[in-house]
């Protein structure tokens, strides 16, 4: 599980690669890379199942759920509405920024648009990354940990962090 940090980090540099370039094509990677690492993260939810108590079972399902939802959003919605717009970007001969151009693009005040012919594509995950997943940040900030978790007082976190079924917690 050492490759889902790197995979994370390609991911934001494939969406940075399309935000600055406008090319939809490095968010189809970015999205991708998503999916494979929440597939990871699922999987390992599923393969420490048993390293559980009976009491954290639930949290464990509760969050391989969750992550099923993610995936299958990443899978059916998501990387098909980039694919499409890149295609459709592609057929129509649109011509992209380079890096350079990019950063000076970003770097001018922003055109506002309230219309929702605009927005409607979207919505959906902008609602659940502002709202759902603000609160589930927090929530896991302070969730609490299981004992086999914790480390005995005075010792410090190494990297990587050890997660049920990722660093192999019994």
């Not at 050492?2 to 980090?9: A, E, G, S």
């Not at 370039?21 to 999987?43: D, Q, R």
């Not at 890096?99 to 693009?105: D, I, K, M, P, S």
């Not at 506002?112 to 902008?126: A, Q």
Request: a positive charge; proline letters at 5%; charged letters at 10%.
């Amino acid at each position: 599980m050492r490759v889902l940090v790197p995979m994370i980090v390609v991911a934001e540099l494939c969406s940075w690669y399309s935000v600055l370039t406008t090319s939809n094509v490095g968010h189809v990677f970015e999205e991708t890379l998503w999916s494979v690492a929440t597939a990871l993260i699922i999987a390992s939810l599923l393969e420490g199942w048993h390293r559980w108590g009976i009491h954290w079972r639930a949290a464990t399902a509760w969050l391989a759920a969750a992550g099923i939802a993610y995936f299958l959003y990443l899978v059916l919605v998501d990387i098909p509405m980039y694919w499409s717009r890149w295609v459709v970007d592609e057929a129509a001969g649109k011509g992209y920024l380079s890096l350079a151009q990019g950063l000076l693009n970003a770097a001018r005040p922003p055109v506002v648009s309230y219309g929702w012919d605009f927005w409607k594509s979207e919505m959906g995950w902008m609602a659940a990354y502002f709202s759902v997943a603000v609160w589930v940040s927090i929530w896991l900030v302070n969730a609490p940990v299981p004992r086999a978790a914790r480390l005995p007082h005075g010792k410090r976190l190494r990297a990587p962090i050890a997660v049920p079924g990722i660093g192999g917690l019994a």
